[in-house]
C-alpha cells in the first residue's frame, strides 16, 4: 500500500537537507514524486549515466559505489531510511559521479525532472536550493576523504559515526565488516580487531551482519583521537 503524503514527509524528516526547506517546498517535493520499489541488488543508477531526477530512500537502505578511472568501483557509502540522494551529477557536468545499488529489498521515493520543473515553475528558487543540496553531498565526500587518511582506530570510528546518521534514530547499523573493510580501506583484520576493541570497551556491541552502538558520545571521542594505525 503506497504510503501516504503525510508518512513520507516524516519519513525524509531527518534528512539535513529537506528539514531545512519551507513547507510549501517540502510538500511540493513529496506531491510531484514517485514512489518506487527496488529488490535487493537492483542498481539504482549507474556512474555516467545522465544525471536527472531526485531520490530518497523511505525503507532499505543504497549503496553508494565510485570507480576512479578503469578501476573497480568501491563502496563508499551507505544511504538509509529517510535521507535523499542523487542529484549531485546535475551540477557536476549533468553525469552520474557514483553507482548507487539497493542492498536490500528498498522503497524509494523518485521525484523526475519533469516534477522538479514543474515546481520550479511554481518555486523558482529550487534550483538554488538543489545547489545547495549537492554541495551538502560533495562536503561529505571530502569528509569521507579526510576520514580514510586518519589512523584505523579513528577512521572506523568516523565511518560509524556517519553510518550512525544514516540509520538513526536506529541504534542498529546493517553493515557487515566487509562493507566496513571496503569503505574504510583497512584490511578485514584491521576491522574485526578494532570492532573487537570497540565492544570490549562497550562502545557498541557486534551481531550477525550488523552492530549496535551502545555509547554514541564516546564513539564520537574515539572519532577526534588518534588510535593505531593498520
Known sequence: MPLSRTDI???????????????????????????????????????????SGLYGTLSGSIAMHIGIENEEPALVSIIGPGHIFGYTGRFLGGRRIATAVAREPTTLLYLPERGLEAIAQRLPDLWVRLAELSSIHVVAGFRLAIANTRPATQRLAIHLQLLATQFSPSPHLPVTQDELSEMTGLSRKTVNRVLAGFEKDGLLSTGYRSLEILDPARLRATGRRKGDRD
Open 9 to 51: 514527509s516524516k519519513i525524509l524528516a531527518p534528512d539535513p537537507w529537506f528539514s531545512r526547506q519551507p513547507e510549501n517546498l517540502q510538500a511540493a517535493l513529496v506531491a510531484e514524486a514517485q514512489e518506487v520499489q527496488a529488490g535487493a541488488g537492483r542498481w539504482i543508477y549507474d556512474a555516467g549515466e545522465s544525471a
